[in-house]
């Protein structure tokens, strides 16, 4: 999905509060925030580094109502249209998922970029909240 096959896209989210210090932190210091974590962790190399941008989202949360079930379905049929993306994690796949989910989702499409038939989709499939589970 990225015109130049040297390059790779690649999004960070960051958890923020509208109005805490890294909501409003500004743009070009939240992708150098961003590009020295990556650089620590030995993902990236800042100089390699071409371009960005910041997306705030306020309230970004999943919502299940009456209409989920047909709305997603509609969301996952036309993903399933583009046969090089794998949706991952809570915002990829417009669902509830806890970090464990989303990052099992990530692992199952790496793993399908090499060859395996994961489905994303399954991951976090059952109807209840395991964090509310007595």
């Not at 923020?16 to 409003?24: I, N, R």
């Not at 650089?39 to 997306?55: A, C, R, S, T």
């Not at 079930?69 to 969301?75: A, F, L, M, S, T």
Request: glycine share 6%; proline share 4%; charged share 30%.
């Amino acid at each position: 999905m990225v015109p130049d096959k040297k390059h790779v896209a690649l999004g960070l989210e960051y958890f923020a509060t509208e109005g805490d210090d890294l909501w409003e932190m500004p743009d070009k210091k939240l992708i150098d925030l961003a590009l020295n974590e990556l650089e620590q962790i030995h993902l990236g190399k800042k100089k390699d580094y071409v371009d960005g941008f910041v997306i705030r989202v306020p309230k970004a949360y999943p919502v299940y109502d009456s209409t989920y079930p047909k709305n997603i379905k509609i969301v996952r049929d036309y993903l399933e249209k583009i046969k090089n993306l794998q949706p991952i994690g809570r915002y990829g796949m417009f669902k509830y998922n806890n970090m464990d989910h989303s990052i099992l989702t990530g692992i199952y499409a790496a793993d399908n970029i090499l060859g395996a038939k994961n489905n994303v989709w399954e991951v976090n499939a059952d109807q209840e909240y395991h964090e509310e589970k007595k």
